[in-house]
């Protein structure tokens, strides 16, 4: 196959070819480097370029379905098997992207080998030992707060009893500010159905999210009626980085007052959005993410769908400077469909406020489907845009210059991606 169709090739798929050619490393390795390693003809594996006659291969496809209009998947027969591979996007694809996930995970851990740790009562852990490490992802050295693997080696709804025990147990620490790494993860399991087989989401340009240190992950903001650009953005960065990374992702009032939503909340890692809760993340080494446009756009209209508003005052720019952390533009196609607003309401904000006095809403959007439309995702990264100035507040005309900046490619990259856009749903 040539580079160029290599490049439309969904990750998993291109993981199954590595296999299939041997390519060293693969499970550590980003889409554009499967694409480099598969084109090429050196020590990573053989070549996998299509051959004149299809006979003469393993890993020639022939198409079994023919693509119309309507049609929302492509499927293709492996020739010589019965496996089928799935079309980018289709919802076919979203077991094998498990599957790959899956594997790309394992790597992180000891075959065999469990974790000693035994609590004063005489409790066992007996958890997978991580790669480096003495001890489980919970009561070994690794970085609970930065990265994040699963606690049974693999994602999977068989590990909930263990989670589950050791949740009981109370047998590990948490962050300061409520992270709590069990239910965090079984969080992560239950988002990634929406992120594989719901939304199906495909992700550009994961390899500029930076491997290591804090970052703010800034991006378009979109939902009417749940923050799912928030889930998916954290689904993102944990499934498709290829070291693991937990994205801290911020949230207004609403998230943390109200019980039970509250301190779910904070235990799945979410950050209060105040300049002391995303400084405490960032000096701690984490990946904030943040919806500069705020209530303007989470509650736009549909007629202002993927129109990015203004970024206030440009206070993740001060935040990312005092920090010294670089700023990444994201952005995403998908969340502000979801629950298309057909108006926006001042009288439904002044109820919420009788309600929430402290809640900061304007308008309140009115959409008609209370179960999410099932649209296609697209979210794209783009490279860091370093700090000027590391430690110190930036002069505040600046502030506001640089955050316009990156709302300007956020909404470049927007028109870009909805221009070729196919299909929605």
Known sequence: MTPEELKQLTKADLLALARRADVTGRSKMSKAELVSALSSNDSTGPAVDAPDDPSDTDIAFTEVGELDDDAFDITFREIGTDREVSAPGSRESGRARRAALNERLASFFEPGRRCAWTSLEGNTCGLPVVVDDTACVLHGSHDLVNIVLPLGGHLGFDTWPAMLRHLWMASYETDPIG????????????????????FRVEVEGIEHLPMDGPAILAANHGGAALP???????????N????????????????NIIPFLAPWFRKAGGLYASREDVLHALGAGSLVGVFPEGEKGFMKPVWDAYEVQRFGRGGFISIAEQAGAPVVPVAIVGSEEVHPAVTVSTRLAKLVQLILPDQRVDQIAVFLNPIPLPVRWKIR???????DHPG????????????????????QSLDEMLASRGRRF
């Open 228 to 238: 799912y650009d928030g889930l998916m953005l954290t689904a993102a960065v944990a």
């Open 240 to 255: 498709e980085s290829p070291i693991p990374r937990r994205l801290r992702v911020t949230a207004t009032e609403l998230f």
């Open 392 to 411: 110190q507040d930036p002069d505040p005309l600046e502030m506001l210059e640089r955050a316009e900046s990156v709302r300007r490619t956020i909404q």
């Open 381 to 387: 990264f783009h490279p860091p845009v370093g700090p």
């Open 179 to 198: 992270l709590d790494p069990v239910v965090a993860e079984m969080t992560w399991h239950l988002v990634n159905f929406l992120y594989f087989d719901y």
